[in-house]
């Protein structure tokens, strides 16, 4: 059974940066896109980020784009993704998932999901 783990949230400060990692173990069959979501207190989790199996193409939210960069980084076969002007917010939970859908605009959507990772927080304030 695969799962998913993220890594690397905490604290920054306004205008800072942290960089996100998502780790799979276990075995894993067929084709998947990989990507990351975001979720506030009392509001819907939304796509940020993702980056395509085939040709590392990638898609970014309007609200993180040039701010966000997705990677994978295949010697540790991980996804990172590297936040960077970070603005203030209360604490989001960011998560790794999976999927069998495209990354695209119109496709990665929460439930379209295959796999999700626990999450891990990340709280911006000064």
């Not at 993702?50 to 990677?71: E, G, H, K």
Request: aromatic letters at 12%.
């Amino acid at each position: 059974q695969v799962q998913l783990v993220e890594s690397g949230g905490g604290s920054a400060q306004p205008g800072g940066s942290l960089t996100l990692s998502c780790a799979a173990s276990g075995f894993l069959s067929g084709f998947y896109d990989i990507g990351w979501f975001r979720q506030a207190p009392g509001k819907e989790r939304e796509a940020v980020s993702c980056i395509s199996r085939i040709d590392d193409s990638t898609y970014y939210a309007d609200s993180v784009n040039d701010r966000f960069t997705i990677a994978k980084d295949r010697e540790k076969n991980t996804v990172n993704l590297h936040l960077k002007k970070l603005k203030v917010e209360v604490t989001v939970i960011y998560y790794c998932a999976w999927s069998t859908w495209v990354c695209d605009q119109y496709r990665w959507l929460a439930a379209h999901m295959n796999i999700w990772g626990r999450g891990t927080p990340v709280t911006v304030s000064s």
